[in-house]
Antibody, heavy 117, light 113 residues
């Protein structure tokens, strides 16, 4: 069974930066698209970004374009999300998710990002 | 792209059948078969329970089923059990030509009475 472990969340100031990581195991990481999905406290799910198997293509939700960068290291079975110019609206649990056949298959437990002064 | 529309809450008694609707537009649910449903228990990560409108992943109970009519997708849970009490989210692909590839519904809280 695939294992996903997010890290890197925490408290950031408005305008600050954080880098999230996701270590993936028991999975052919390099063969699948990967996504980040977030959930603000008490709210619903929001797709944030995804990245192609070889990292050559990325897509983002409008609200994070130009501020967030998704990347991956297939040699390390790892997914990343660099988040810059953070605002309070970025406060959420960020889930690392495997993405295949047009669905979000497996989810990590998430890492909480809080943006506050 | 606006979020898909789901009822905020539904409820049912053990053994009953309930249906959760998810309304989109001709640009998402009405256009693509890539509609999925996720179950989320409090404090837990979401879990895929239906993909491509009506496909049930291995290991998911056959009490869960999905369907679509026009711009509305539906999740039906039959033989309701206490463990089904959770939030349920629908999701649809919107196409690579749009600004947001994937949109979710606002979520429905299912209460088992």
């Amino acid at each position: 069974e695939v294992q996903l472990a997010e890290s890197g969340g925490g408290l950031a100031q408005p305008g600050g930066s954080l880098r999230l990581s996701c270590a993936v195991s028991e999975f052919t990481f390099s063969a699948y698209w990967m996504s980040w999905v977030r959930q603000a406290p008490g709210k619903g799910l929001e797709w944030v970004a995804n990245i192609k198997e070889d990292g050559s293509l990325q897509y983002y939700v409008d609200s994070v374009k130009g501020r967030f960068t998704i990347s991956r290291d297939n040699a390390k079975n790892s997914l990343y999300l660099q988040m810059n110019s953070l605002t309070g609206e970025d406060t959420a649990i960020y889930y690392c998710v495997t993405h295949s056949n047009w669905r979000f298959d497996s989810w990590g437990q998430g890492t909480l990002v809080t943006v506050s002064s | 792209q606006s979020a898909l529309t789901q009822p905020a809450s539904v409820s049912g008694s053990p053994g009953q059948t309930i249906t959760i609707s998810c309304t989109g537009t001709t640009s998402d649910i009405g256009r693509f078969i890539y509609v999925s449903w996720y179950q989320q228990h409090p404090g837990k990560a979401p879990k895929l329970i239906i993909s491509e409108v009506s496909n049930r992943p291995s290991g998911v109970s056959d009490r869960f089923s999905g369907s679509r009519s026009g711009n509305t997708a539906s999740l039906t849970i039959s033989g309701l059990q206490a463990e089904d009490e959770a939030h349920y989210y629908c999701c649809s692909y919107t196409g690579s030509g749009t600004s947001t590839l994937w949109i979710f519904g606002g979520g429905t809280r299912l209460t088992v009475l």
